[in-house]
């Protein structure tokens, strides 16, 4: 563990400070159906009310857990665990669900809907990897956060959009600086460099690779 006081800072504040920042990705990207156009189909249609209600619980506890484990707050952070486990678990099926439906719709899957197909599954896979982890909080942490940064690119193109931004040119910006912050993060506090945030990077990139982005 550095010492520092960089490493001190950084470890104390790091994972609130990313955790704060997916959440307002999170509002930023429901803005319209929370604030400026709820009058919108789907607002009324209850498939996606209970996708965006269990994906606004993810992307709150994400910001929310860490606050807890940096104020000592064990036993509340081990009580929203439960939810957010049943939060991610779904998302995951509502998400399945819209990606079916999608599927039956065009008569096949491709593009960023393949994509986020992918991403799902993998977000499945760390948290429960995760959990299977919790009594080492540095894994614990990191694949929460890796399986959070895999499944944004629906909001923070939304987000981008909503901002009078290219999704296009800003998603990978922002995947990009998310996986750097988490390798940095984990070189400044623990001394050294970590497998996980190279391996979603690398992961990411793969995916990204071998499916091209076009019509969904």
Known sequence: ?????????????????????????????????????????????????????????????????????????ISAHRTLGVIGAVAAAGLVLTTAYLQTLHYLRNDGISGLALINSIMIAAFAGCVVAAIANRHRPQTHKNLMMIGSFLVLEPLASRAAGHLGLSPVAIVPLIWLALFVSLAVRDRVVLGRFTILPFAGFAFLILVLVLVPIGPG
């Open 1 to 73: 563990m550095n010492n520092s006081g960089l490493g001190k800072v950084t470890s104390e504040y790091y994972y609130p400070a990313i955790g704060a920042f997916l959440f307002l990705t999170a509002i930023v990207g429901f803005s319209d159906n929370l604030f400026t156009d709820v009058g919108q189909p789907s607002n009324s249609d209850p498939k996606f009310i209970i996708h965006g209600i269990f994906a606004l619980a993810w992307f709150t506890l994400i910001a929310v857990q860490p606050f807890l484990i940096s104020r000592g707050e």
